[in-house]
T-cell receptor, first 113, second 113 residues
Framework: KAGVTQTPRYLIKTRGQQVTLSCSPI?????VSWYQQTPGQGLQFLFEYFSETQRNKGNFPGRFSGRQFSNSRSEMNVSTLELGDSALYLC????????????FGPGTRLTVL | DQQVKQNSPSLSVQEGRISILNCDYTNSMFDYFLWYKKYPAEGPTFLIS?????DKNEDGRFTVFLNKSAKHLSLHIVPSQPGDSAVYFCAASAYMAGNQFYFGTGTSLTVIP
């Protein structure tokens, strides 16, 4: 089974721009979660989508949004980028129901200049 | 509110000795616990998990212990190898609380040859 894939792997943007990151979960997984990791920080939870609906949401400003498509692929969007948004953005998938393990993609490294 | 805590940011161990990484949690509804290993600029890799109905789970050199009364879990690596040097995150989820995964801030393990 293919793992979680994220595109692009690296991205450089300037302040004020917007960015869209993509995540394809493991086949059969219906839940996709997004996390932000900054240097020295743990994984900060952004949001989780399950069957095209946002099921959980972390404590991030409205500039961060996401969506999930019917094939479970998910996109995350950040508008009006700030320097502090530079981070590794991780996507994780899991079946979505019951007790199970969450698997991570390789991440997208976003640099905001 | 940090529901999962890893109070040791770093740990150094000699090769061949035991590494013990600790994690504490506050939410008594958590019923599934996981450990992930992470190298820089990569996504976390799933290591081992334990359900709240167990107090120990073993997989090769890795053993996770769960003490529900103390709300504490630990990861033992025996024997430690230089390739184990990475950041280790513990995570927890609660099936009855929407299955959101909560992560600790990580412990950086260095295994000295």
């Amino acid at each position: 089974k293919a793992g979680v894939t994220q595109t692009p792997r690296y991205l450089i943007k300037t302040r004020g721009q917007q960015v869209t990151l993509s995540c394809s979960p493991i086949s059969g997984h219906r839940s996709v979660s997004w996390y932000q990791q900054t240097p020295g920080q743990g994984l900060q939870f952004l949001f989780e989508y399950f069957s095209e609906t946002q099921r959980n949401k972390g404590n991030f400003p409205g500039r961060f949004s996401g969506r999930q498509f019917s094939n479970s692929r998910s996109e995350m969007n950040v508008s009006t980028l700030e320097l502090g948004d530079s981070a590794l953005y991780l996507c994780a998938s899991y079946p979505g129901e019951g007790t199970d393990t969450q698997y991570f993609g390789p991440g997208t490294r976003l640099t905001v200049l | 509110d940090q529901q999962v805590k890893q109070n040791s940011p770093s740990l150094s161990v000699q090769e061949g000795r035991i590494s013990i990484l600790n994690c504490d949690y506050t939410n008594s509804m958590f019923d599934y616990f996981l450990w992930y290993k992470k190298y820089p600029a990569e996504g976390p890799t799933f290591l081992i998990s334990i359900s709240s109905i167990k107090d120990k789970n073993e997989d090769g050199r890795f053993t996770v212990f769960l003490n529900k009364s103390a709300k504490h879990l630990s990861l033992h690596i025996v024997p430690s190898q230089p390739g184990d040097s990475a950041v280790y995150f513990c995570a927890a989820s609660a099936y009855m609380a929407g299955n959101q995964f909560y992560f600790g801030t990580g412990t950086s393990l260095t295994v000295i040859p």
